[in-house]
């Protein structure tokens, strides 16, 4: 059965009731900078799906701490410290200023929306991670997988990073499942850009964490036998597959992480251990981050925000 067009439908400014979020907008455009994502999309967690309330400090599966669901105070003191790393950059662009100003406001408490912002997506996550796990409760006789996919081609030098148009590498994706029949298979998909940075190479990596629900998960497997998708030196397992066992911690993972971590690699070695990334390239990655929009980072599949929720398209 064919799937009728359903995604993410942006924002409708023109709406009745909206002339001050008209003009803000308006501002943007001018600026050249679209909204990130307006929160009024999304309405708050009920408690039983709120990652405050869900992910506590605890051991995981390999008996090693995993942390709890990232505080306020911890969020602004982290664009503190974006803030601090923008302002002893060597580009004092325009462009670079605002940023820092905005960090700057959110670390004292405000809510600047930009994805450079780690107040800014500790917000998003507690609502589209909710919605997420709201939709897999509300559907729960279909099955859910979750997937890691890497293409090797994604693998960034770290100066072409601001020239890199991460809506383009979802399209990409896109027609390759579309080829493999994705319309028409039932379920829903939801697919979020990631990455990490190797300082030794100077290389972004990025890579996608799928939720995907019903028989989507026949498309990305059908992936594994295409040359694209087969393990070299630097990617051991292009496309890793698990269940979900523990949907708030597993969802939050694979849903708008709020921040890239430098891991060192090698080829035919695994990835090491994490640190933050470099001052020059976290620069730069903030400024790139901060030019995304919800569109640019996530793709909503079979799935749309309708009324305040995240809800399948049948």
């Not at 393990?231 to 397992?237: D, E, H, I």
């Not at 390239?281 to 996530?298: G, Y």
Request: hydrophobic fraction near 35%; aromatic fraction near 8%; include cysteine.
């Amino acid at each position: 059965m064919h799937e009728r067009h359903c995604g993410d439908k942006g924002l409708q400014p023109n709406g009745p009731g909206n002339e001050s979020r008209r003009c803000t907008l308006k501002r943007r455009a001018r600026r050249g900078k679209r909204p990130a994502f307006e929160f009024s999309r999304l309405e708050k967690p009920d408690p039983q799906f709120d990652l405050r309330h869900q992910l506590k400090r605890e051991l995981n599966h390999k008996g090693r701490a995993a942390a709890p669901f990232e505080t306020r105070s911890s969020a602004r003191r982290e664009d503190r410290l974006r803030a601090e790393t923008l302002s002893r950059t060597t580009n004092s662009s325009l462009k670079t200023q605002r940023l820092q100003a905005r960090l700057d406001r959110n670390a004292r408490g405000g809510m600047r929306k930009t994805f450079a912002s780690s107040a800014f997506m500790r917000e998003l996550r507690r609502r589209l991670c909710g919605a997420v796990l709201e939709l897999i409760d509300r559907e729960r006789h279909q099955n859910v997988w979750l997937y890691t996919v890497v293409p090797e081609w994604w693998r960034i030098p770290g100066a072409d990073l601001r020239k890199t148009k991460t809506k383009n590498l979802l399209q990409q994706f896109r027609s390759q499942l579309n080829r493999r029949g994705l319309a028409q298979l039932e379920g829903w998909m939801v697919v979020a850009i990631h990455g990490d940075y190797d300082p030794v190479s100077d290389i972004f990596n990025i890579h996608l964490h799928i939720i995907c629900a019903g028989d989507k998960a026949k498309a990305i497997e059908e992936l594994r036998g295409t040359r694209l998708y087969q393990p070299t030196g630097f990617v051991a397992r292009p496309i890793v597959r698990q269940r979900l066992q523990h949907a708030p911690r597993q969802v939050s993972y694979f849903v708008c992480q709020p921040f890239w971590p430098a891991k060192f690699r090698a080829e035919n070695r695994s990835p090491g251990r994490r640190t933050r990334i470099p001052a020059e390239r976290l620069s730069e990655w903030l400024i790139w981050m901060d030019q995304q929009t919800f569109t640019d980072l996530i793709w909503l599949h079979n799935c749309e925000i309708k009324n305040g929720r995240l809800v399948s398209c049948r």
